[in-house]
């Protein structure tokens, strides 16, 4: 039995040019932190590291051009990409964006937490939320105890 030649998966030639653009577009604006004007300057490291993401993605971006197309009758971009799975994950985010604004980080981040954990793992809810539980403690000791980071209380909490 002879191995199957890999094909390009629908949207792949897209999403490396993609990521040679944005690749491209952070190196610029790295420059436009301090130039090449010494190599202690703040600007160097986000240069390095936008220039290892430009040569990644034209590496990316050719071995994506060198595969064949996708076969008659494989499945299309929605079909593979944008799967059910997919398509909720993406609105609890959109839905734990627009509750943060409300109800404030930690609340919405423990909505957005269980609803993730129950969704995608589908265990025992108690179990999740005790998961929820300790991550958000880690996550507010960290930004707010160590880092001091203001976190939002929403306009429906606010005490």
């Keep these: 039995m002879k191995p199957q030649t890999p094909h390009r998966r629908p949207g792949e030639l897209v999403f490396a040019l993609l ?12 420059y436009s932190i301090s130039g090449f004007s010494g190599k202690t ?10 220039g290892v993401m430009v040569i990644s993605g034209v590496v990316v ?19 593979e990409i944008l799967t059910l799975r997919h398509m909720v994950v993406i609105g609890l985010v959109l839905a ?9 980080f930690v609340a919405s981040s423990a909505v957005f937490l269980f609803c993730s954990f129950q969704f995608l793992w589908r265990k025992n809810p108690l179990l999740m939320l005790a998961l ?17 980071v203001v976190l939002p209380q929403g306009i429906l909490l606010q005490g």
């Design 19 to 30: 990521i040679v653009v944005f690749s491209v577009a952070a190196l610029w604006q790295s």
């Design 41 to 50: 300057t703040p600007g160097v490291f986000p240069m390095i590291a936008s």
């Design 61 to 79: 971006l050719m071995s994506a051009t060198q595969l064949p197309a996708p076969p008659e009758g494989a499945p299309g971009f929605l079909a």
């Design 96 to 104: 734990y964006v627009l509750l943060m604004p409300l109800i404030g």
């Design 132 to 148: 929820t539980g300790v991550t958000l403690v880690i996550i507010y000791v960290v930004f707010r105890e160590v880092f001091q």
